[in-house]
């Protein structure tokens, strides 16, 4: 049996949840179950979609701010540079520890869109990743 995109990413039914910039046709294809959508507040899923940079440092403050303990924040960004992206792994990640948050995992949205799953770091856990650093570890 083939699970859905939101199967591998976690996403529960009945979980709060926003996203943010994802085209229509690419959030149709994720397959998501029953969620309760929340236009601000904590929220357990957030998605945010971003095409550069200096997009995603401008959107990822608010986002963490509204991640629920526990909760997952999935970016994503289109591979291969496509959509006149200048986004990549490594920058994505960069960006992320950047702004305090840590990865987890990554995957294929679609045939155009990739996505990471971030998280609150575990509090006294030092993460290694030759990418980026959290800031209070540097």
């Known amino acids: ?15 709060r949840a926003r996203i943010t910039g994802l085209p229509g046709p690419v959030v ?10 929340v236009a601000d507040g904590p929220a357990d899923y957030l998605h945010l979609a971003a095409t550069t940079a200096e997009a995603l440092r401008d959107a990822l403050p608010a986002q963490v701010d509204a991640l629920a303990p ?6 994503s960004w289109p ?9 990549t792994l ?6 992320a520890y950047d702004g305090g948050m840590v990865e987890s995992t ?10 990471l799953k971030l998280t609150h ?3 006294g856990k030092v993460y290694a990743n ?3 650093t959290l800031p209070w570890q540097r």
């Open 121 to 123: 770091p575990k509090p």
């Open 70 to 75: 526990g909760g997952m924040l999935w970016v």
């Open 1 to 15: 049996m083939t699970r859905t995109v939101a199967q591998k990413m976690g996403v529960r039914a009945g979980s």
């Open 106 to 115: 990554c995957l294929r949205v679609d045939d155009t869109w990739a996505g």
């Open 28 to 37: 149709t294809t994720l397959g998501l179950p029953s969620l309760a959508w």
């Open 90 to 95: 490594p920058r994505v990640i960069e960006i």
């Open 130 to 132: 030759s990418h980026g």
């Open 79 to 87: 591979k291969g540079r496509r959509l006149g992206s200048d986004l």
